[in-house]
């Protein structure tokens, strides 16, 4: 089983929300790796596959990171 995402030699995976919010939210770690993966399979190199719960969650974290940008709300904060 490979250990990075540069090693993967497979058909098909089911690629799940961290691998799209990296290259989304430009993640400076792991950004880069994950858009790099993401275009072999775009590329035709294997197939992606996914969910719609997957599509769901990277949304929800999508919009509260955007959030949390805009009010500048840290995590942890509550209101009072």
């Known amino acids: ?6 090693e993967f030699r ?3 995976i089911y690629v799940e ?3 799209l919010l990296f290259d989304a939210l430009a993640d400076a770690r792991w950004g880069p ?5 993401l275009k072999r399979g775009g590329q ?4 992606l596959l996914t969910s719609s ?3 769901d969650e ?3 974290v999508a919009l509260r990171v955007k959030l ?7 995590r942890g904060m509550c209101a009072t």
């Open 68 to 74: 949390e940008e805009k009010y500048e709300i840290t």
């Open 58 to 60: 990277i949304a929800f």
């Open 17 to 19: 929300p961290n691998i």
């Open 10 to 12: 497979e058909d098909r």
């Open 44 to 47: 035709g190199k294997f197939e």
């Open 1 to 6: 089983m490979p250990k990075y995402l540069d």
């Open 33 to 37: 790796s994950s858009l790099e993966f």
């Open 53 to 55: 719960l997957t599509i």
